[in-house]
């Protein structure tokens, strides 16, 4: 019958196992680490996290997988990028759009802006209008979607996460065993230095020794202590 068809099969795949050494104990047990929402309360980034589920689950390409990720990233891991550097990966993708999972910032220091076509999450107003000034055109993620739902003619790029702001993140500078490097010059009057709040307890210990002698039987006579004996 087809019931013990299904059991024979079991038992062979049992058997194979045994021989493969598959542990069928641990089989199921692998729990997937990546986030599966954000704890933010912003609703634009809910909303978009749904729309980008909703493409994967539907159209599954790379463009909806990678931007999904990235949109489940912590604000840490999203480091902003400036049009400066923007314009300097643009070469040779002139006629993509540039596509960023983060916050798009001005650089005073870029004379001239190029031509760009940017889609982000987020723009500086002062990196709005110098790219609206040279040409360009800004959007954001749902606006590229409704434009280009396939993500077809873009590239993704994103921002260092190896940035000076992190290397001031975690343990108060000057503390024992920390590597946090101090805002403040490292040398003279003005260079940061742990509060007394913020260094460890250090307790001094005292050991007392107290050395008790019996008193010799000569002195028993001048002596207060009690005998040994």
Do not use: W
Request: proline letters at 7%; charged letters at 25%.
């Amino acid at each position: 019958s087809a019931a013990s068809d299904v059991y024979k099969r079991q038992v062979h795949g049992i058997q194979q196992s045994r021989i493969m050494g598959v542990d069928h104990r641990r089989l199921h047990k692998h729990v997937s680490k990546a986030k599966k929402n954000v704890l933010s309360k912003n609703l634009y980034m809910k909303l978009l996290i749904k729309l980008f589920k909703f493409l994967v689950r539907r159209a599954g390409k790379p463009f909806h997988k990678a931007i999904l990720r990235r949109l489940m990233l912590s604000k840490v891991h999203r480091p902003p990028m400036s049009i400066s550097r923007l314009s300097r990966l643009q070469k040779g993708k002139l006629d993509k759009t540039i596509v960023v999972v983060a916050t798009v910032t001005d650089d005073e220091r870029l004379l001239e802006v190029p031509k760009m076509n940017i889609c982000a999450l987020k723009f500086t107003s002062a990196a709005k209008q110098r790219i609206l000034k040279a040409g360009g055109s800004v959007m954001t993620l749902d606006q590229l979607i409704v434009k280009n739902p396939l993500g077809t003619n873009t590239v993704l790029l994103r921002g260092p996460l190896t940035r000076e702001a992190l290397s001031h993140f975690g343990k108060p500078a000057g503390l024992p065993g920390s590597h946090t490097r101090p805002y403040a010059p490292a040398k003279g009057r003005n260079s940061e230095a742990p509060s007394k709040a913020q260094l460890p307890l250090k307790l001094s210990i005292i050991y007392i020794c107290l050395l008790y002698t019996s008193p010799s039987p000569r002195d028993l006579s001048t002596s207060r202590m009690p005998s040994s004996a």
